[in-house]
């Protein structure tokens, strides 16, 4: 979306409604994403943490205990992306790296109080989130989308394999 500042909802929006209507699923479900991610953002700034430790917490709070190299690969991002982000976080107190006694190479993430607490902070906020996403959209409609969506991720799945 060349030309348009970054942010502003409503001219994504209008891009997609007026200048390119037919363009490419891949673009509209980025575009998509990014909305929803300009939404949380701020609400997840408030706590002092950036956007792009979210999906760190998410898979931590998912499966506490982690190689740094499954963070990377479950966050979808690099290892130094993982490495930079788990510095941060240490940093602030929400997670610890450590050796397992059976592996001295690897380091291992682990969620302090501090940072397993914060689940019942955050979490609220994205559904607000995507409450607020969906708000008028009948759930039928969010269950094919739901289906479709999964559909789209499985089939390249399969054709990556």
Known sequence: MAGLPAGDPRLILQHWRDA???DRLAHLIRDAGRSLGQGLTPLLAAHDIPFGHWSFLRVLWDRDGLTQ???S???????????????????????????????????????????????DVLVPLA???????????PPD??????ETLLAIIE???DDAS
């Open 69 to 71: 190299k499954e963070l």
């Open 127 to 137: 559904e607000d989130v995507n409450h607020l996403a969906v708000t008028g959209i």
């Open 73 to 119: 690969d479950a966050a979808g991002v690099t290892e130094p992306t993982t490495f930079a982000a788990v510095k941060a976080l240490m940093a602030k107190g929400y997670v610890t790296r450590q050796h397992n006694s059976g592996n001295k190479r690897k380091f291992y993430v682990y969620l302090t109080p501090s940072g397993a607490a914060l689940h």
């Open 20 to 22: 390119v209507p037919n």
């Open 155 to 157: 089939n390249l799945a």
């Open 141 to 146: 409609n969010i269950r094919i989308m739901r």
